[in-house]
């Protein structure tokens, strides 16, 4: 069984950076697909951005697009989420997830496991 844990949540002013990790353990890291997702009270869990095995396909939702930067160091066995000039609505609890398919898709169905989340509050 993969498990995921996430770390690097906090509050930052809007306009700040901010750094996510994601580790997983049960699985080579090196086939396992990552995925982003956040979610915040009374919305449905939203699409943030993935990554394929060896990074080879990546996937952003429009929201982040150009501020975000998902990557992978699989000799870590970690997937960093870099995000940049944050806003007032990034607000949410992120989640990492792990696929054993080798794709960067925003299907939340093909994401087997999940890690608890971390908070990330934007606000001045």
């Known amino acids: 069984q993969v498990q995921v844990v996430e770390s690097g949540g906090g509050l930052v002013q809007p306009g700040d950076s901010l750094r996510l990790s994601c580790t997983a353990s049960g699985r080579t890291f090196s086939s396992l697909g990552i995925g982003w997702f956040r979610q915040t009270p009374g919305k449905e869990r939203e699409f943030v951005a993935a990554i394929s095995w060896r990074g080879a396909a990546i996937k952003y939702s429009d929201s982040v697009k150009g501020r975000f930067t998902i990557s992978r160091d699989n000799a870590k066995n970690t997937a960093y989420l870099q995000m940049n000039s944050l806003k007032r609505e990034d607000t949410a609890i992120y989640y990492c997830?792990?696929?054993?398919?080798?794709?960067?898709?925003?299907?939340?169905?093909?994401?087997?496991?999940w890690g608890q989340g971390t908070q990330v509050t934007v606000s001045s």
């Open positions: 997830a792990a696929s054993t398919r080798n794709l960067a898709t925003s299907n939340e169905t093909l994401f087997a496991s």
